[in-house]
């Protein structure tokens, strides 16, 4: 592991790092696993559960939950919120606080060489195909295919990978 310029980071001792993992100042890392030669920008939770690929780019103020894969090359602008409850709230009907068995948590694959741009929610359970590009600022609703560039509110297909830029 190669460390930023600062020292303070959070890394739980049940984080599988792999060779040459270059981590920024105020990442917070717990339960998860880390490829090699991935870089993790500045202000970054990954939670347990979690497992980010090899060459990874995860840039800084970003959140990646439980349940979250990123496989390998995948690039993460800033600010990206991923999400792991459909429904998501802080109490049971009777009033008592949510524990981990109270909700169902929902995975969500982002496929090798994906890339989705800063400040993009993507939403619990869904699948994000390979080299697809998430515009920047998009709401991700459901399922990406592969090799699509998407963007809005939910976002939308709006061109093929393999066609010209206008």
Not at 4 to 14: A, E, N, S, V, W
Not at 46 to 73: M, N, P, W, Y
Not at 75 to 97: C, K, S
Not at 154 to 166: F, L
Request: charged share 25%; glycine share 14%.
């Amino acid at each position: 592991m190669r460390e930023g310029t600062t020292d303070r980071l959070r890394i739980d001792p049940d984080v599988k790092l792999g060779p040459d993992v270059e981590l920024h100042g105020f990442v917070n890392l717990y339960g998860c696993e880390i490829g090699a030669k991935t870089k993790i920008g500045c202000f970054v939770e990954i939670q347990k559960g979690a497992t980010v690929g090899k060459r990874c780019k995860i840039s800084g103020h970003t959140f990646i939950c439980e349940g979250v894969t990123l496989e390998d090359d995948v690039f993460i602008g800033h600010g990206v919120m991923f999400t792991n409850d459909l429904w998501p709230r802080a109490v049971n009907p009777d009033g008592t606080a949510k524990q981990d068995g109270d909700w169902s948590l929902q995975t969500t694959c982002v496929k090798r060489g994906a890339s989705i741009g800063t400040g993009a929610t993507i939403l619990a359970g869904v699948t994000i195909g390979e080299k697809a590009m998430i515009g920047a600022g998009s709401l991700i609703t459901k399922d990406v295919p592969p090799n699509v560039t998407v963007a809005g509110n939910p976002a939308r297909i709006i061109r093929s990978i393999n066609e010209p830029r206008q």
